[in-house]
Protein backbone atom coordinates (compact mmCIF):
# COMPACT_ATOMS: atom_id res chain seq x y z
CA UNK A 1 0.00 0.00 0.00
CA UNK A 2 1.34 3.07 -0.65
CA UNK A 3 1.93 5.45 2.08
CA UNK A 4 0.40 8.59 2.35
CA UNK A 5 2.93 11.35 1.77
CA UNK A 6 3.22 15.63 2.98
CA UNK A 7 1.27 16.83 0.23
CA UNK A 8 -1.41 14.06 0.63
CA UNK A 9 -1.90 15.26 3.78
CA UNK A 10 -2.21 18.99 3.43
CA UNK A 11 -4.61 18.00 0.53
CA UNK A 12 -7.06 16.34 3.11
CA UNK A 13 -6.52 18.39 6.21
CA UNK A 14 -8.93 21.01 5.14
CA UNK A 15 -11.46 18.43 4.42
CA UNK A 16 -11.44 16.50 7.43
CA UNK A 17 -13.88 18.91 9.74
CA UNK A 18 -16.45 18.31 7.24
CA UNK A 19 -15.88 14.23 6.92
CA UNK A 20 -16.44 14.29 10.92
CA UNK A 21 -19.67 16.16 10.07
CA UNK A 22 -20.74 13.15 8.03
CA UNK A 23 -19.61 10.81 9.79
CA UNK A 24 -21.32 11.94 12.64
CA UNK A 25 -17.74 12.30 14.67
CA UNK A 26 -17.19 15.30 16.96
CA UNK A 27 -18.83 18.41 18.05
CA UNK A 28 -21.62 18.52 15.82
CA UNK A 29 -22.96 15.09 17.58
CA UNK A 30 -21.88 16.28 21.27
CA UNK A 31 -25.26 16.03 23.76
CA UNK A 32 -25.80 16.04 27.22
CA UNK A 33 -26.94 13.04 29.40
CA UNK A 34 -28.90 13.66 32.69
CA UNK A 35 -30.80 11.09 35.34
CA UNK A 36 -33.84 11.79 36.86
CA UNK A 37 -35.63 9.34 39.49
CA UNK A 38 -39.22 9.59 41.16
CA UNK A 39 -41.21 6.94 42.66
CA UNK A 40 -44.83 6.59 44.63
CA UNK A 41 -46.75 4.23 46.59
CA UNK A 42 -50.00 4.26 43.96
CA UNK A 43 -53.19 2.78 46.04
CA UNK A 44 -55.17 2.01 42.95
CA UNK A 45 -54.30 2.20 39.02
CA UNK A 46 -51.60 4.78 37.98
CA UNK A 47 -49.98 6.26 34.98
CA UNK A 48 -46.47 6.86 33.52
CA UNK A 49 -46.03 8.58 30.58
CA UNK A 50 -42.82 9.92 28.35
CA UNK A 51 -42.92 11.70 25.31
CA UNK A 52 -40.36 10.08 23.40
CA UNK A 53 -37.65 8.04 23.60
CA UNK A 54 -38.01 3.92 24.95
CA UNK A 55 -39.97 2.84 27.60
CA UNK A 56 -39.26 -0.49 29.57
CA UNK A 57 -41.38 -1.70 32.23
CA UNK A 58 -40.52 -4.41 34.73
CA UNK A 59 -41.53 -6.07 38.22
CA UNK A 60 -40.02 -4.47 41.00
CA UNK A 61 -40.05 -6.23 44.46
CA UNK A 62 -41.00 -3.10 46.24
CA UNK A 63 -45.09 -1.62 46.88
CA UNK A 64 -43.59 1.51 44.59
CA UNK A 65 -43.45 2.90 41.43
CA UNK A 66 -39.95 3.30 40.38
CA UNK A 67 -39.07 5.56 37.44
CA UNK A 68 -35.38 6.49 36.25
CA UNK A 69 -35.21 8.34 33.35
CA UNK A 70 -31.94 9.18 31.05
CA UNK A 71 -32.58 12.47 29.25
CA UNK A 72 -30.71 13.16 26.32
CA UNK A 73 -30.29 16.37 25.33
CA UNK A 74 -28.12 18.91 22.84
CA UNK A 75 -26.92 20.80 25.83
CA UNK A 76 -26.69 21.80 29.28
CA UNK A 77 -29.49 24.05 29.45
CA UNK A 78 -32.21 21.40 27.51
CA UNK A 79 -31.33 19.12 29.69
CA UNK A 80 -31.33 21.06 32.88
CA UNK A 81 -34.97 21.96 31.76
CA UNK A 82 -36.41 18.54 31.56
CA UNK A 83 -38.53 17.33 34.87
CA UNK A 84 -40.18 14.20 36.17
CA UNK A 85 -42.89 14.66 38.60
CA UNK A 86 -45.71 13.47 40.38
CA UNK A 87 -49.29 14.59 38.24
CA UNK A 88 -52.71 14.44 38.31
CA UNK A 89 -53.33 12.53 34.73
CA UNK A 90 -56.44 11.24 33.07
CA UNK A 91 -59.44 11.32 35.40
CA UNK A 92 -57.56 12.19 38.18
CA UNK A 93 -55.35 9.04 38.46
CA UNK A 94 -51.70 9.58 39.62
CA UNK A 95 -49.29 9.99 37.03
CA UNK A 96 -45.50 10.22 36.74
CA UNK A 97 -44.85 12.12 33.53
CA UNK A 98 -41.86 13.76 31.99
CA UNK A 99 -42.25 16.96 31.70
CA UNK A 100 -40.81 18.41 28.42
CA UNK A 101 -40.05 22.17 27.93
CA UNK A 102 -42.57 22.37 25.08
CA UNK A 103 -43.26 26.45 25.49
CA UNK A 104 -39.26 26.75 25.12
CA UNK A 105 -39.06 24.73 22.40
CA UNK A 106 -41.61 23.53 19.81
CA UNK A 107 -40.17 21.12 17.85
CA UNK A 108 -38.50 18.15 19.65
CA UNK A 109 -35.85 15.92 17.93
CA UNK A 110 -35.93 12.10 18.60
CA UNK A 111 -32.98 10.04 16.82
CA UNK A 112 -35.28 7.22 16.03
CA UNK A 113 -33.53 4.34 14.15
CA UNK A 114 -31.39 6.50 12.08
CA UNK A 115 -29.73 7.64 14.94
CA UNK A 116 -28.54 11.10 14.61
CA UNK A 117 -25.60 11.69 12.46
CA UNK A 118 -25.77 14.06 9.67
CA UNK A 119 -25.83 11.17 7.32
CA UNK A 120 -28.85 9.68 8.83
CA UNK A 121 -31.01 12.76 8.86
CA UNK A 122 -29.90 13.66 5.38
CA UNK A 123 -30.82 9.66 3.91
CA UNK A 124 -32.49 8.11 6.47
CA UNK A 125 -35.81 10.27 5.38
CA UNK A 126 -36.77 11.22 8.97
CA UNK A 127 -40.25 11.36 10.38
CA UNK A 128 -42.23 14.03 11.75
CA UNK A 129 -45.75 13.66 14.74
CA UNK A 130 -47.27 16.19 15.39
CA UNK A 131 -49.49 15.10 18.48
CA UNK A 132 -50.37 16.76 22.36
CA UNK A 133 -48.95 15.64 25.47
CA UNK A 134 -49.80 17.43 28.71
CA UNK A 135 -52.44 19.14 27.79
CA UNK A 136 -50.09 20.97 24.55
CA UNK A 137 -49.62 20.57 20.86
CA UNK A 138 -45.80 19.55 19.98
CA UNK A 139 -43.74 18.33 17.41
CA UNK A 140 -41.28 15.27 17.26
CA UNK A 141 -39.13 15.12 14.77
CA UNK A 142 -36.18 12.01 13.57
CA UNK A 143 -34.65 15.19 11.73
CA UNK A 144 -35.41 18.95 13.08
CA UNK A 145 -35.80 20.39 15.83
CA UNK A 146 -34.06 20.34 19.49
CA UNK A 147 -32.31 17.05 20.35
CA UNK A 148 -34.15 15.70 24.08
CA UNK A 149 -35.67 12.71 24.66
CA UNK A 150 -35.38 10.36 27.68
CA UNK A 151 -35.18 6.58 27.74
CA UNK A 152 -37.26 5.10 30.38
CA UNK A 153 -37.07 2.72 33.07
CA UNK A 154 -40.03 1.33 35.21
CA UNK A 155 -40.40 -0.77 37.88
CA UNK A 156 -44.08 -1.76 39.28
CA UNK A 157 -45.15 -3.71 42.20
CA UNK A 158 -46.81 -7.25 41.75
CA UNK A 159 -50.59 -7.28 40.97
CA UNK A 160 -50.78 -3.39 40.12
CA UNK A 161 -52.98 -1.30 37.74
CA UNK A 162 -50.79 0.39 35.36
CA UNK A 163 -51.60 2.38 32.35
CA UNK A 164 -48.15 3.31 30.27
CA UNK A 165 -47.62 5.71 27.53
CA UNK A 166 -44.57 6.32 25.15
CA UNK A 167 -45.93 8.83 22.39
CA UNK A 168 -42.96 8.57 20.24
CA UNK A 169 -40.61 5.45 20.70
CA UNK A 170 -40.82 1.58 21.66
CA UNK A 171 -42.23 0.20 24.79
CA UNK A 172 -40.98 -2.86 26.58
CA UNK A 173 -43.07 -5.19 29.11
CA UNK A 174 -41.14 -7.96 30.58
CA UNK A 175 -42.23 -10.92 33.55
CA UNK A 176 -45.17 -8.46 35.02
CA UNK A 177 -48.92 -9.38 36.95
CA UNK A 178 -51.52 -7.24 36.66
CA UNK A 179 -53.82 -4.86 34.72
CA UNK A 180 -51.91 -3.01 32.33
CA UNK A 181 -52.31 -1.14 29.28
CA UNK A 182 -49.60 0.01 26.90
CA UNK A 183 -49.87 2.95 24.48
CA UNK A 184 -47.56 4.04 21.50
CA UNK A 185 -48.66 7.05 19.38
CA UNK A 186 -45.92 5.63 17.23
CA UNK A 187 -43.91 2.97 17.46
CA UNK A 188 -43.49 -0.81 18.29
CA UNK A 189 -44.80 -2.81 21.48
CA UNK A 190 -42.91 -5.94 22.33
CA UNK A 191 -44.41 -8.01 25.65
CA UNK A 192 -43.25 -10.87 27.32
CA UNK A 193 -44.35 -13.03 30.18
CA UNK A 194 -47.56 -11.21 31.53
CA UNK A 195 -49.94 -12.49 33.19
CA UNK A 196 -53.80 -10.88 33.93
CA UNK A 197 -55.36 -8.21 31.69
CA UNK A 198 -53.07 -7.15 29.29
CA UNK A 199 -53.95 -4.37 26.61
CA UNK A 200 -51.79 -3.14 23.90
CA UNK A 201 -52.55 0.05 21.17
CA UNK A 202 -49.79 1.74 18.74
CA UNK A 203 -51.27 3.84 16.12
CA UNK A 204 -48.32 2.79 13.99
CA UNK A 205 -46.37 0.38 14.74
CA UNK A 206 -45.80 -3.57 15.33
CA UNK A 207 -46.93 -5.80 18.23
CA UNK A 208 -45.71 -8.90 19.66
CA UNK A 209 -47.05 -10.33 22.49
CA UNK A 210 -45.23 -13.77 23.93
CA UNK A 211 -46.37 -16.45 27.22
CA UNK A 212 -49.09 -13.81 27.87
CA UNK A 213 -51.89 -15.53 30.46
CA UNK A 214 -55.19 -13.97 31.17
CA UNK A 215 -56.54 -11.79 28.15
CA UNK A 216 -55.14 -9.73 25.38
CA UNK A 217 -56.24 -6.87 23.16
CA UNK A 218 -53.79 -5.17 20.71
CA UNK A 219 -54.93 -2.60 18.50
CA UNK A 220 -52.44 -0.90 16.05
CA UNK A 221 -53.61 1.45 13.28
CA UNK A 222 -50.76 0.31 10.88
CA UNK A 223 -48.65 -2.80 11.32
CA UNK A 224 -48.83 -6.49 12.25
CA UNK A 225 -49.85 -8.27 15.61
CA UNK A 226 -48.07 -11.30 16.52
CA UNK A 227 -49.05 -13.52 19.42
CA UNK A 228 -47.32 -17.05 20.45
CA UNK A 229 -48.01 -19.10 23.57
CA UNK A 230 -50.98 -17.79 24.68
CA UNK A 231 -53.64 -19.63 27.27
CA UNK A 232 -56.48 -17.50 28.88
CA UNK A 233 -59.80 -16.56 28.55
CA UNK A 234 -59.96 -14.19 25.57
CA UNK A 235 -57.52 -12.89 22.44
CA UNK A 236 -59.02 -9.61 20.76
CA UNK A 237 -56.90 -7.88 17.52
CA UNK A 238 -57.24 -5.43 15.45
CA UNK A 239 -55.38 -3.98 12.55
CA UNK A 240 -56.29 -1.05 10.21
CA UNK A 241 -53.79 -2.48 7.49
CA UNK A 242 -51.48 -5.23 9.14
CA UNK A 243 -51.27 -8.80 9.74
CA UNK A 244 -52.60 -11.01 12.42
CA UNK A 245 -50.91 -13.97 13.72
CA UNK A 246 -51.85 -16.03 16.40
CA UNK A 247 -49.76 -19.08 17.10
CA UNK A 248 -49.60 -22.26 19.85
CA UNK A 249 -52.31 -20.77 22.13
CA UNK A 250 -55.70 -21.77 24.10
CA UNK A 251 -58.44 -19.55 24.65
CA UNK A 252 -61.97 -19.09 24.94
CA UNK A 253 -62.78 -16.78 22.36
CA UNK A 254 -60.18 -15.28 19.75
CA UNK A 255 -61.38 -12.49 17.97
CA UNK A 256 -59.31 -11.07 14.83
CA UNK A 257 -60.08 -8.27 12.47
CA UNK A 258 -58.06 -6.62 9.79
CA UNK A 259 -58.68 -3.65 7.30
CA UNK A 260 -56.19 -5.00 4.92
CA UNK A 261 -54.33 -7.84 5.86
CA UNK A 262 -54.18 -11.98 6.82
CA UNK A 263 -55.60 -13.53 9.90
CA UNK A 264 -53.70 -16.69 10.41
CA UNK A 265 -54.65 -19.22 13.87
CA UNK A 266 -51.94 -21.84 14.05
CA UNK A 267 -51.86 -24.49 16.67
CA UNK A 268 -54.76 -23.37 18.64
CA UNK A 269 -56.86 -24.46 21.23
CA UNK A 270 -60.08 -22.56 21.04
CA UNK A 271 -63.77 -22.55 21.65
CA UNK A 272 -64.56 -19.57 19.55
CA UNK A 273 -63.22 -18.03 16.66
CA UNK A 274 -64.63 -14.64 15.33
CA UNK A 275 -62.75 -13.20 12.18
CA UNK A 276 -62.76 -10.21 9.95
CA UNK A 277 -60.99 -9.13 6.86
CA UNK A 278 -61.50 -5.97 4.16
CA UNK A 279 -58.59 -7.70 1.53
CA UNK A 280 -56.86 -10.10 3.17
CA UNK A 281 -57.17 -14.24 3.59
CA UNK A 282 -57.80 -15.87 6.77
CA UNK A 283 -56.47 -19.22 7.69
CA UNK A 284 -57.74 -21.09 10.46
CA UNK A 285 -55.95 -24.12 12.54
CA UNK A 286 -57.54 -25.23 15.72
CA UNK A 287 -58.95 -28.71 16.54
CA UNK A 288 -61.75 -30.12 16.05
CA UNK A 289 -62.54 -31.36 19.12
CA UNK A 290 -62.61 -28.29 21.39
CA UNK A 291 -64.09 -25.72 18.90
CA UNK A 292 -67.74 -24.68 19.13
CA UNK A 293 -68.16 -21.67 16.92
CA UNK A 294 -66.66 -20.22 14.29
CA UNK A 295 -67.24 -16.94 11.89
CA UNK A 296 -65.30 -15.98 9.12
CA UNK A 297 -65.70 -12.99 6.60
CA UNK A 298 -63.38 -11.54 3.62
CA UNK A 299 -64.50 -8.55 1.67
CA UNK A 300 -61.96 -10.27 -0.95
CA UNK A 301 -59.69 -13.13 -0.13
CA UNK A 302 -60.32 -16.84 0.74
CA UNK A 303 -60.57 -18.79 3.70
CA UNK A 304 -58.80 -22.25 4.36
CA UNK A 305 -59.91 -24.15 7.68
CA UNK A 306 -57.70 -27.11 9.20
CA UNK A 307 -59.74 -28.47 11.86
CA UNK A 308 -57.93 -31.91 12.23
CA UNK A 309 -59.31 -35.54 11.76
CA UNK A 310 -61.79 -35.49 14.45
CA UNK A 311 -63.49 -32.61 13.29
CA UNK A 312 -67.23 -32.55 14.02
CA UNK A 313 -69.06 -29.80 12.02
CA UNK A 314 -71.40 -28.03 9.80
CA UNK A 315 -70.39 -25.27 7.41
CA UNK A 316 -72.34 -22.90 6.00
CA UNK A 317 -70.90 -20.23 3.39
CA UNK A 318 -71.94 -17.34 1.28
CA UNK A 319 -70.02 -16.55 -1.49
CA UNK A 320 -70.07 -13.85 -4.01
CA UNK A 321 -67.47 -15.16 -6.46
CA UNK A 322 -66.00 -18.35 -4.97
CA UNK A 323 -66.45 -22.18 -4.26
CA UNK A 324 -66.62 -24.04 -1.41
CA UNK A 325 -64.45 -27.62 -1.05
CA UNK A 326 -64.03 -30.06 1.37
CA UNK A 327 -61.56 -32.30 1.92
CA UNK A 328 -62.67 -34.72 4.46
CA UNK A 329 -63.82 -37.75 2.04
CA UNK A 330 -67.06 -38.55 4.71
CA UNK A 331 -68.51 -34.70 4.68
CA UNK A 332 -72.10 -34.80 3.05
CA UNK A 333 -72.52 -31.65 0.79
CA UNK A 334 -75.39 -29.10 1.82
CA UNK A 335 -77.36 -28.35 -1.77
CA UNK A 336 -79.60 -25.11 -2.36
CA UNK A 337 -80.79 -24.66 -6.03
CA UNK A 338 -78.65 -27.60 -7.31
CA UNK A 339 -75.21 -25.05 -5.43
CA UNK A 340 -73.38 -26.27 -3.19
CA UNK A 341 -73.45 -24.08 -0.13
CA UNK A 342 -71.93 -26.36 2.53
CA UNK A 343 -71.04 -29.15 4.18
CA UNK A 344 -72.43 -31.44 7.40
CA UNK A 345 -69.62 -34.30 8.57
CA UNK A 346 -70.91 -36.19 11.82
CA UNK A 347 -72.99 -34.88 14.26
CA UNK A 348 -71.83 -31.44 13.49
CA UNK A 349 -70.60 -30.04 16.57
CA UNK A 350 -68.77 -27.02 15.09
CA UNK A 351 -71.06 -24.46 13.82
CA UNK A 352 -69.49 -22.81 11.02
CA UNK A 353 -70.38 -19.93 8.98
CA UNK A 354 -68.06 -18.37 6.46
CA UNK A 355 -68.71 -15.70 3.71
CA UNK A 356 -66.63 -13.59 0.89
CA UNK A 357 -67.46 -10.99 -1.15
CA UNK A 358 -64.86 -13.08 -3.81
CA UNK A 359 -62.64 -15.95 -2.73
CA UNK A 360 -63.18 -19.78 -2.21
CA UNK A 361 -63.64 -21.53 1.06
CA UNK A 362 -61.45 -24.88 1.99
CA UNK A 363 -62.27 -26.84 4.82
CA UNK A 364 -59.41 -29.64 5.30
CA UNK A 365 -57.42 -31.45 7.87
CA UNK A 366 -54.24 -30.87 8.77
CA UNK A 367 -54.04 -30.08 12.58
Not at 6 to 14: F, G, Q
Not at 29 to 54: C, H, K, Y
Request: aromatic residues 4%; hydrophobic residues 30%.
Amino acid sequence: MKRMTTEDRRRWLPLLPLLALLLGIGPANAETTRTLRQEMAPSGAFGVENLAGTMRVTQGSGSSVVVVATVHAADEKAAGLMKLEKVSGEKGMPTLRLIYPIDEYGTIRYRGEHGDSFLGRMFGGGSNTRTEYAGEKVKVSTSEGTLLYADVEVQIPKGAEGHFRNVVGQIEGTSLEGKLSFDSGSGDITLKAISGHVDADTGSGDIEAESIQGSFTGDTGSGNIQISSFEGEKIDCDTGSGNVRVESFTATHVKAETGSGNIRTINGRMDEFDGSTGSGNIEVEAEGGRLRTLEAGTGSGNVVLRLGDDASFEAMTDTGSGNIVSHYDDAQPIVNKKEVIGYRRGGAKTHIKVSTGSGNVVIEPGV
